[in-house]
């Protein structure tokens, strides 16, 4: 089976289990699962089987950025969010951009880039408002699930398609952008108001976290070990990290 099939395949499979779940256990649990590395991680993969390892490792030190860019998205849609989903997806997009243009200049290096994240996380969860209105369960429309998954499937293709002229680092924060996450929130703020749409983001950050050792432990582990060993102890951590962070998720 060529790599295009497996991303036409596994990508949509894994953004309908994520979504599912999300539908199961609330918004701010659901931004949680989807705070870890659904699209960026497979990128990463495609990237190590089609440019190799040392590629797919800057890539990821380009991922750990995205991680503050998508702290950065979190508060931009906060700030907006009164004012209409609408809003809160372009404020959460231009801070997306702005951060992660911004740090594609600074080339940091990845422990750097950790360290700056672990801050850029901690003072989002400290800035964004806790808790939900009560709410009961909304239908989502039957389209919205489709959509997600052919946004995302299309993110990861175009961004492995592009990689070349990207460039590693780019590569690896393009991919990070939340599309999961800003749908995950729009539809908790379309159903329920942007308090919410908040609580979900404030989810997605606390996973995030676990997102971020993911890629400081590939981006290491990949130019010292076989792929597969590499990819499997990052997933061991940002599985550890991801569990002690559900108590933040519950508190959104």
Known sequence: MGLLALKLLITPAVVVAA??????WGAAVGGWIVGLPLTSGPVAAFLVAERG???????????????VAQAAFCLGYAAAAASGWPAGLVAGALGFAVCALALQAIQLAPGVLFVVSLVALAVTLRLLPRGAPATQPVAAPRWELPARAVAVTALVVAVTALAGRLGARASGAIACFPVIGA??????????????????????????FAFAGFFLVLGFALT?????????????????????????????
């Open 19 to 24: 979504s599912l779940a999300g539908r199961r």
């Open 53 to 67: 390892p040392d590629f797919a490792a800057q890539a990821s030190a380009g991922s750990i950025a995205g991680v």
């Open 183 to 208: 749908a995950f929130g729009v539809f908790a703020q379309r159903a329920h108001g942007p308090r919410a749409g908040v609580a979900a983001l404030r989810g997605m950050a606390s996973a995030l």
């Open 224 to 252: 010292r070990a076989d792929a597969v060993a590499a990819f499997a102890l990052a997933t061991v951590v940002a599985l550890l990290v991801q569990a002690a962070t559900l108590r933040l998720a519950r508190a959104a």
